[in-house]
T-cell receptor, first 118, second 111 residues
Framework: DAGITQSPRHKVTETGTPVTLRCHQTENHRYMYWYRQDPGHGLRLIHYSYGVKDTDKGEVSDGYSVSRSKTEDFLLTLESATSSQTSVYFC?????????????????FGAGSRLTVL | GQQLNQSPQSMFIQEGEDVSMNCTSSSIFNTWLWYKQDPGEGPVLLIALYKAGELTSNGRLTAQFGITRKDSFLNISASIPSDVGIYFCAGQEVSNYKLTFGKGTLLTVNP
């Protein structure tokens, strides 16, 4: 997966418990993203980071927080997990925004973390 | 937020058949990307398109950037069983580097 490692790959937890998913990259890419994938919804952006300690919200950020203390790590935290947060979570990285004359914001994805909240 | 309309949602075809799928948007995009997701894996980039009217091939896959910059098409020729998976389009607007993804097309190929 091009130097992207997500952990854990699978987790089952109970409602109300905190959960942290980790994304680790060895590509030294500046931009990192967390998406969730649900049937009928495709991929939806939760949070993203454009540098160390620089993060912003995506379209479905409620109930989630993120932190990026190092270039290589981007953590997604569910402070109090709910059943609606049962999903497959994907981390993605890119080294460009693609808003210049050439290129594009091509994302490389991790293998995913499947979270089940009972 | 911005949504892409990707169709069809699913396809069931016989091995050897050709496949077409497309995405449309109400916004103008400066980049279109096509990804494939195998079961249990993350999406992998298939083709990137950067210019209106551009036609790009990758093996049996061909994708086009619509001239209106609001649509894109992906064709797969002579399908094989390993083509099974979910295909996503993604678009990038001129002033926003975040990608918008379609909801995916689930492709099943019967041997």
């Amino acid at each position: 997966d091009a130097g992207i490692t997500q952990s854990p790959r699978h987790k089952v937890t109970e409602t109300g418990t905190p959960v942290t998913l980790r994304c680790h990259q060895t590509e030294n890419h500046r931009y990192m993203y967390w998406y969730r994938q649900d049937p009928g919804h495709g991929l939806r952006l939760i949070h993203y980071s454009y540098g160390v300690k620089d993060t912003d919200k995506g379209e479905v950020s409620d109930g989630y927080s993120v932190s990026r203390s190092k270039t290589e790590d981007f953590l997604l935290t569910l402070e109090s997990a709910t059943s609606s947060q049962t999903s497959v979570y994907f981390c993605a990285i890119s080294d460009s925004t693609g808003t210049g004359v050439s290129g594009a914001n091509v994302l490389t994805f991790g293998a995913g973390s499947r979270l089940t909240v009972l | 937020g911005q949504q892409l309309n990707q169709s069809p949602q699913s396809m069931f075809i016989q091995e050897g058949e050709d496949v077409s799928m497309n995405c449309t948007s109400s916004s103008i995009f400066n980049t279109w990307l096509w990804y494939k997701q195998d079961p249990g894996e993350g999406p992998v980039l298939l083709i990137a398109l950067y210019k209106a009217g551009e036609l790009t091939s990758n093996g049996r896959l061909t994708a086009q950037f619509g001239i209106t910059r609001k649509d894109s098409f992906l064709n797969i020729s002579a399908s094989i069983p390993s083509d099974v998976g979910i295909y996503f389009c993604a678009g990038q607007e001129v002033s926003n580097y975040k990608l918008t993804f379609g909801k995916g097309t689930l492709l099943t190929v019967n041997p």
